[in-house]
């Protein structure tokens, strides 16, 4: 009986981190997708007070510059994924979550810097 715990306590383990890594690659994928119409010239689907000082002419290198930010973070969640499924390795959890972490501090200070310079700032 106790084995038999044991053992489904390790499918529910391993099922949650398959979802979690499921979950994180499919909103990468979405974050891709709209840096790569960002990227593309489709600026307004930034929100409309993150480029309301952007000058017409700069349009286009913001939208390349703000897609990077995204770009890092679908890596961000692609590869945080990646490591939740090393699952069998301890700690391998906890470095999902730091990768996680550091990557989406990473994303949102270029993110930042992006609007610092093409808006005057993120406010």
Known sequence: STKYVEVMQQIVE???MIAYAVLMWAIAALFLLLGL??????T???HEYHRERVRPED???YGRAFSTG????AGTLVLS???SLLWTLPGAVTASLVVLFAGLAASFAILWRVQRRYNGGML
């Not at 119409?37 to 489709?42: E, M, N, S, T």
């Not at 995204?70 to 973070?73: D, P, V, W």
């Open 44 to 46: 307004g689907l930034i």
């Open 14 to 16: 391993d099922t949650s």
């Open 70 to 73: 995204l770009f890092a973070l």
């Open 59 to 61: 349009m286009a290198a």
């Open 81 to 83: 994924g990646i490591v």
């Open 37 to 42: 119409l960002i990227y593309h010239g489709k």
